[in-house]
């Protein structure tokens, strides 16, 4: 079935730092891919998404890459803040009413 | 503007029991969606309207039903309640024009013993 898989699980950077987070996806017919950000105890919100008729999208300091060929899409974040320290789910939407979330990525950013 | 709420933000129920989430949203947007969050498995589609008077299963509807009477309001359902489906539920709304974005709620943590 459908699948989205996000790596890594954890990921710790020193504040300055730039993070990555890979995922992949399974649907080729997949053509929205949305990043949502979750603090700790609220719900997820977007961050940043990337249709499938664009390679790449930047917001400050937030950036995102997609590899249609490849299945492949990224979130970069540059000079991290500890405020930045939150879960990061991407997720693949294939133009209906179902989103694919993967396993999410738990950011830590050490001051 | 408060977007998207929900009540309780936490129950505990013993196994068997039933009760009833609700979730109001009032952005008027057309599309609703439950979601549960467990460790590891990211967010996963229970059910989902598009509309008032309408309801779908997503990808783990089994032990779950959903009304949808109003617009704003989004209800799920548990009968009898089972420590499987101990987790957290997060609503989320969406409008019907423009972007697929969606704005969820703060979440609902439920344990089920």
Not at chain 1, 6 to 15: F, G
Not at chain 2, 101 to 111: D, N
Request: glycine share 10%.
């Amino acid at each position: 079935g459908e699948n989205v898989e996000q790596h890594p699980s954890t990921l710790s950077v020193q504040e300055g730092d730039s993070a990555v987070i890979k995922c992949t996806y399974s649907d080729s017919a997949s053509n929205y891919f949305p990043w949502y950000k979750q603090e700790l105890g609220k719900g997820p919100q977007l961050i940043i998404d990337i249709r499938s008729n664009v390679g790449e999208k930047k917001d400050q300091r937030i950036a995102v890459t997609l590899n249609k060929t490849a299945k492949h899409f990224s979130l970069h974040i540059t000079e991290t803040q500890p405020e930045d320290s939150a879960v990061y789910f991407c997720a693949a939407n294939t133009g209906g009413f179902k989103t694919i979330f993967g396993a999410g990525t738990r950011l830590f950013v050490k001051a | 503007n408060a977007g998207v709420t929900q009540t309780p933000k936490f129950r505990v129920l013993k196994t068997g029991q039933s009760m009833t989430l609700l979730c109001a949203q009032d952005m008027n947007h057309e599309y609703m969606y439950w979601y549960r969050q467990d460790p590891g498995m990211g967010l996963r589609l229970i059910h989902y309207s598009v509309g008032e008077g309408t309801t779908a299963k997503g990808e783990v509807p089994d032990g779950y039903n959903v009304s949808r009477l109003k617009k704003q309001n989004f209800l799920l359902g548990l009968e009898s309640a089972a420590p499987s489906q101990t987790s957290v539920y997060f609503c989320a709304s969406g409008p019907l024009e423009g972007s697929r974005e969606q704005y969820f709620g703060p979440g609902t943590r439920l344990t089920v013993t």
